[in-house]
């Protein structure tokens, strides 16, 4: 993702919806991001899903990619207490100076100074993965941070239910996965790099928990399916 996008995004003054996500060899409009709720503007609607916060009732929490600590604040104010990391140094700012507890840092090479109760990847952060076959490996990650009873919010995109022939349609290469994308962020007029994402449909994800030693424990969906979120915690041994 290009960070420096995002930290001008968060600085600047721009036009309403000028930030937003493009997704390559799609058809699909390009969507802009939810920036006035990042920045705490009056009036700001949280984005599509932010009910699923409503599984997390205690314990400690991790939130992966926290942006300006939106959520955190949520839990926090339900008591739920928690930490983030972000990349954006300006969304790390912003958070700390909302109160909320956030260090930058990468989700591929952070270690959390003790065990979590819940780790959040929502917000369609069940994508940092970036490809189908190392979505086994991301995961076993994030469930190495939990406590023994330790849960795992997990949004992301189930790109079977988008509209027919409006996404990556193209010819797949041996072993390929439909889910295996690319995005860019635009700020205004200018597009930045493309960077790859992955949107997962449930039944990858399933099997992908599976290879981790996770289940998936509830699910729900927004959007007529094409949003959802996945509870995963640890598969019952045999």
């Not at 790390?92 to 780790?119: H, I, K, N, Q």
Request: negative net charge; glycine residues 12%; charged residues 25%.
């Amino acid at each position: 993702m290009d960070v420096t996008f995002f930290e001008q995004a968060l600085q600047r003054e721009i036009r309403p919806g000028s930030f937003a996500v493009e997704i390559g060899d799609s058809t699909l409009p390009v969507a802009p991001q939810p920036l006035g709720w990042w920045k705490r503007e009056p009036g700001a609607e949280p984005p599509v899903g932010s009910d699923v916060l409503d599984w997390v009732r205690d314990g400690y929490v991790l939130d992966i990619g926290c942006a300006t600590g939106r959520d955190l604040e949520i839990l926090a104010a339900r008591g739920v207490r928690g930490h983030g990391i972000e990349l954006i140094p300006a969304a790390v700012e912003m958070a700390r100076a909302a109160g909320v507890s956030c260090v930058r840092a990468d989700v591929f090479s952070y270690l959390p100074p003790r065990p979590v109760d819940t780790v959040l990847a929502v917000g369609g952060n069940g994508g940092m993965a970036a490809r189908l076959a190392a979505l086994p490996e991301f995961l076993l990650r994030l469930s190495s941070w939990l406590t023994e009873a330790g849960r795992i919010v997990f949004t992301s995109t189930d790109w079977r239910k988008l509209p027919p022939g409006t996404f990556n349609t193209g010819e797949l290469s041996d072993g390929g996965y439909r889910g295996d994308i690319r995005m860019r962020l635009w700020l205004e007029d200018e597009a930045g790099p493309w960077f790859p994402w992955l949107f997962v449909d449930p039944d990858a994800l399933e099997k992908a928990c599976a290879e981790a030693g996770l289940r998936i424990a509830g699910r729900k969906e927004w959007q007529g399916g094409i949003a959802y979120a996945a509870l995963l915690e640890r598969a019952v041994s045999a």
